[in-house]
């Protein structure tokens, strides 16, 4: 693994991944760290009211990458005893737009997104560019809880919500992080919990110690409907440990 992207807002919880993300490079020993941010620009829809010019767009980009070179030296003085590569990308449009154009410029290896739970407000706004990127990008994503600091992975969860799983389950995505992290893999099946599953998972997570949970959604012609009320979404949202989502096979 070489290359790590990290999208940010500059809030306490994407600081809180972007540290993650550092501590699991050096432990799955990547060496470069993108740091992104994707930013948008509120168009008047009133016809009397003047449109964005281009120098204000241009004035939107400097002011994104300056908080960009800030975050980074911050970073970089904080991990100055490690030889990781800190760059920096803004970009104007979504994130999930940016990591598709990244990803088509060059491999990526890991997404790793901050997560704050709480209530519906908290994860319908604040959660929902995680969300969105789980939903609809086949990169794998780490998801990191709003609090939850780097502990070294030693033991990998494999939690499944769907039948026939093993005509479906990325072996060798999953082999690769085993590999990288030198973990043991457990397995939870979820069918067995029903409306109990987040706290038969967090029960399982505790008993066992797991440092991270890998998950596998649902086919994506249904994850519209199903990521709503799905265990991968429970788990983005109320785990407390770092949640690792794949996508099936063809």
Not at 73 to 99: E, H, P, R
Not at 122 to 129: H, L, M, V
Not at 140 to 163: E, G, T
Request: aromatic letters at 8%; glycine letters at 4%.
């Amino acid at each position: 693994m070489k290359t790590i992207i990290v999208p940010t807002d500059f809030s306490a919880t994407a600081n809180n991944a972007a540290d993650y993300a550092v501590h699991f490079a050096q432990q799955v020993n990547a060496n470069r760290i993108i740091l992104l941010h994707a930013y948008e620009i509120p168009v008047a829809i009133d016809p009397m009211m003047p449109g964005i010019q281009i120098p204000e767009i241009e004035g939107f980009k400097q002011g994104a990458e300056e908080r960009l070179y800030q975050f980074r030296a911050g970073l970089i003085q904080k991990y100055a005893d490690t030889n990781m590569v800190f760059d920096i990308l803004a970009v104007y449009g979504s994130i999930l737009s940016a990591l598709e154009d990244l990803s088509n410029q060059e491999p990526i290896e890991m997404v790793v997104m901050g997560i704050t739970g709480g209530g519906a407000l908290a994860e319908t706004f604040i959660g929902s560019n995680t969300v969105h990127i789980a939903e609809n990008s086949e990169l794998p994503l780490l998801i990191v809880p709003a609090n939850a600091p780097f502990k070294p992975i030693q033991k990998l969860m494999f939690s499944c919500d769907f039948n026939d799983a093993e005509k479906y389950i990325p072996v060798e995505q999953i082999a690769n992080i085993q590999a990288l992290t030198n973990a043991s893999l457990l397995k939870f099946d979820e069918s067995v919990h029903g409306n109990h599953f987040m706290e038969a998972i967090n029960q399982f997570v505790d008993e066992q110690a797991i440092d991270l949970v890998i998950s596998v959604p649902k086919e994506h012609a249904f994850f519209a409907k199903l990521f709503a009320s799905s265990h991968t979404k429970q788990l983005a949202f109320h785990s407390h440990v770092p949640l690792l989502v794949l996508h099936k096979t063809p």
